[in-house]
């Protein structure tokens, strides 16, 4: 097998089926968070999109989420008046209804109760920020660790 070839059948195995379970798992997670995010923020300027490795096809089996960026717009203060605030209070949200497992750099990653009782991590990780410009196109989101204290971004 030559190395070409090899490389084919590593990407084969590790591409996740569009209508298998993982991705009509990661759909009932993503709905479950968007639900809960629709209802804390009702009237706040809230964009919901999917992002990350989902979002450019590149998804592989060995380590997968879907990133769902939770971008709110110019000048809307109901989710707060700081990046970190935002941060903050979507986590708050996102805690009463889920286990906030990790806050890290700029996302916060979730888990919630199965019907044993155990928490499960799920696979969404949300990714809260702002739009700086209007309601699309560039946007800042929070970054716990750094010298600015954000990241921005072209979405």
């Known amino acids: 097998m030559?190395?070409?070839?090899?490389?084919?059948?590593?990407?084969?195995?590790?591409?996740l089926d569009p209508n298998g379970p993982e991705i009509k798992q990661l759909e009932r997670e993503r709905r479950m968070v968007e639900s809960c995010l629709w209802s804390a923020f009702t009237g706040a300027g809230l964009e919901l999109r999917v992002g990350g490795s989902l979002e450019k096809g590149t998804l592989?089996?060995?380590?997968?989420?879907?990133?769902l960026l939770a971008t709110f717009h110019e000048g809307e203060t109901i989710a707060g008046d700081t990046?970190?605030?935002?941060y903050e209070n979507v986590a708050d949200a996102l805690g009463s209804t889920f286990e906030v497992k990790d806050l890290s750099r700029t996302a916060i990653r979730l888990a919630a109760s199965s019907d044993a009782g155990r928490l499960v991590p799920l696979r969404v990780e949300v990714v809260p920020g702002r739009f700086s410009h209007g309601r699309s196109g560039e946007s800042r989101m929070y970054q716990a660790q750094g010298e600015k204290g954000h990241l921005k971004t072209d979405l």
């Open 60 to 67: 592989v089996k060995a380590a997968y989420d879907l990133d």
């Open 83 to 86: 990046l970190k605030d935002i």
């Open 2 to 15: 030559t190395p070409t070839q090899e490389l084919r059948a590593i990407l084969e195995d590790q591409t």
